[in-house]
């Protein structure tokens, strides 16, 4: 269940990889709870509480420039000002996953 991943630390490397791992990884639909296809900010502290991510311009949407600020590793398609959608949240999931992996 996603609230199993509340109460973990904003600290990424410190995340539980046990807790994680028990809980299925939320597919995109699941996450955009609104269905418009982008990923919020209320959407993605819901979904993704272990990252901390920050509105920088306070419009409501995470962008893929506020996903690199925590994950640096990750690559996206088109500029940082762009919406997270569906296959920029596989992206994310991707990488924490193997973070997580890389942490042990
Ligand atoms: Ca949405």
Known sequence: MKNTLVAVSSVLIAISSAAFAQSETPSFTEVDTNADGILNKQEADQALPALGLSDSNQDGVISKGDVKKVLP?????????????????????????????RAG
């Open 73 to 101: 590793d990750i690559e996206f398609e088109g500029d940082d000002e762009s919406a997270i959608g569906s296959a920029e949240y596989q992206q994310i999931v991707q990488v924490m996953e193997q973070l997580m992996d």
